[in-house]
């Protein structure tokens, strides 16, 4: 373990061993400071998901069960599209759909009803399928590729958050997950000017979408996240 990792209040945070879904990805910026850390109840990690769920329903919290969801949860039947119009202030706005030469291959009603990765929904007829790659805000712009343009090894993160509240030694390397699906690639990180900071992965990784973050893990315990804002073009 690298100097920087031990918290002053011994707060630290696991994922579970081989879990497919992770949600100590969404507890990374947890910050060290009493007043600010919840508790939590602790259940045995050889415990699975209904057996969970009667440990929970013993404890006092009834009636939470619910159907699996792929999307977000709370919005029911609602499309996220409908619900970013109604509620956040997003409007319908057309613009190009290109490649990532620059060519116009279609048109969309809004960048925020797309995300990267997709490929259903795109209205764009081509012997092979495109995916979306990039959303382009600034010039209300989809870019759309092809499957291996999905491919990347190099993120740039900003905002960073150690778990410990110090920075560990950098260049370092760790398990890195970029979703809560994901299951972890190795990777790089090192600092770089302007306090931005770099990750290497190990091997290409598939529809990296600035705006998420990328969690760092050292065995199953959490060490820090960073937001991701930028890829680079690079696959290889």
């Known amino acids: 373990m690298q100097p920087g990792w031990k918290s002053p209040f011994n707060l630290s945070i696991f994922k579970k061993h081989l879990q497919t879904r992770c949600s100590t990805i969404f507890a990374q910026r947890i910050i060290q400071e009493p007043p600010?850390?919840?508790?939590?109840?602790?259940?045995?990690?050889s415990k699975e998901k209904e057996h969970i769920y009667t440990y929970v329903e013993r404890h006092g919290f009834p009636s939470f069960r619910g159907k699996e969801s792929q999307d977000v949860c709370f919005l029911k039947n609602t499309r996220?599209?409908?619900?970013l119009e109604d509620h956040g202030g997003y409007h319908s706005r057309p613009g190009a759909i290109v490649n990532t030469s620059g060519d116009i291959l279609g048109s969309h009603q809004g960048i925020f009803n797309y995300t990267v990765g997709?490929?259903?929904?795109?209205?764009?007829?081509a012997p092979e399928p495109y995916y979306v790659i990039r959303l382009d805000?600034?010039?209300?712009i989809v870019v759309v590729g092809n499957n291996n343009e999905l491919d990347q090894r190099i993120v740039t993160?900003?905002?960073?958050?150690?778990?410990?509240?110090v920075p560990p030694r950098l260049p370092a390397r760790y398990?890195?997950?970029i979703r809560y699906t994901h299951k972890g690639d190795m990777a790089?990180?090192?600092?770089?000017?302007?306090?931005?900071f770099m990750l290497y992965f190990e091997s290409p990784q598939r529809a990296v979408t600035p705006g998420q973050f990328a969690v760092f893990y050292h065995n199953d315990m959490v060490i820090g996240a960073g937001e991701i804002t930028a890829k680079s073009n690079c696959i290889a």
């Open 36 to 45: 600010q850390i919840p508790v939590w109840y602790v259940i045995p990690q």
């Open 80 to 83: 996220v599209a409908s619900f």
């Open 118 to 125: 997709q490929r259903k929904g795109l209205g764009i007829s």
């Open 137 to 140: 805000s600034e010039h209300n």
């Open 157 to 165: 993160l900003t905002n960073l958050h150690w778990i410990s509240g």
């Open 175 to 177: 398990l890195v997950k």
């Open 188 to 196: 790089t990180l090192t600092q770089e000017k302007n306090n931005t």
